[in-house]
């Protein structure tokens, strides 16, 4: 997946058991999906806690932030229960990763997503694409200064 491309569609469900698919946005919101290896774990916790921290910088009236792991529901509900985070956390738990798949992100060895963060606009192209191996945080500068583009 690369900068300019057709975001690829997808219908999951959120830590409430909601339904959440990228169409829901289309023409209303950007939005920034964020890929991430699995709940709980320390590197993904700090990342979606500055998320959280600083939620304004990622989600607002023009861009909707949707972290997304390998996770059940269930699982990212008690740790977004833990951890405050009040913005959605979608599941591709099941069929295991095809989001992450579609979005060229999955580690099919291992069983989950790569670190992996794409902007796609109201139209649903990708304006902003990056991936990190495991084991490697993120730089949510770049993130900022991406959404910072588009809304110019």
Known sequence: MKVGDQAPEFATKDQNNQDVSLADFRGKQAVLLVFYPFAFSGICTGELCAVRDDISAFQNDDVQVLPI?????????????????????????????????QYGVFEPQKGFALRGTFLIDRDGIVRFAEVNGPGEARDQSAWRDAMSALAA
């Open 69 to 101: 792991s390998v996770d059940h529901p269930f699982a990212l509900k008690a740790w977004a229960q833990q951890e405050g985070y009040e913005f959605p956390l979608l599941s591709d738990f099941w069929p295991h990763g095809q989001i992450a798949e």
